[in-house]
Nanobody
């Protein structure tokens, strides 16, 4: 069983950047696909991006393509989410999730393990 801890959230002005980290422990990290989801107040949790076990394949939501980049370092058991050109509509709690699959799930229910979330606020 894997445990996930997100970090790197904060307050940033529109157009700014943040890098989120998702650190894993307790499992064989390279056996898990990892996804990032976000949830704004009053809204459902939505898919942001996912990366496969090796890091060679990724999938992005249309709303973040060209602005966000996911990567992973299996030696460090960590997945990163680089977020550039942030917009107020990116404001949400960001969660990382992991699942033992060779696919790239884009539905929250497909993931077995979740972190506690980190708040990202984009505001001037």
């Amino acid at each position: 069983q894997v445990q996930l801890v997100e970090s790197g959230g904060g307050l940033v002005q529109p157009g700014g950047s943040l890098r989120l980290s998702c650190a894993a422990s307790g499992g064989t990290f390279n056996s898990y696909a990892v996804g990032w989801f976000r949830q704004a107040p009053g809204k459902e949790r939505e898919f942001v991006v996912a990366i496969n076990r090796s890091g060679g394949t990724t999938a992005y939501a249309n709303s973040v393509k060209g602005r966000f980049t996911i990567s992973r370092d299996n030696a460090k058991n960590t997945v990163y989410l680089q977020m550039n050109n942030l917009k107020p509509e990116d404001t949400a709690v960001y969660y990382c999730a992991a699942d033992r699959t060779s696919y790239l799930p884009q539905v929250p229910g497909s993931y077995d393990y979740w972190g506690q979330g980190t708040q990202v606020t984009v505001s001037s």
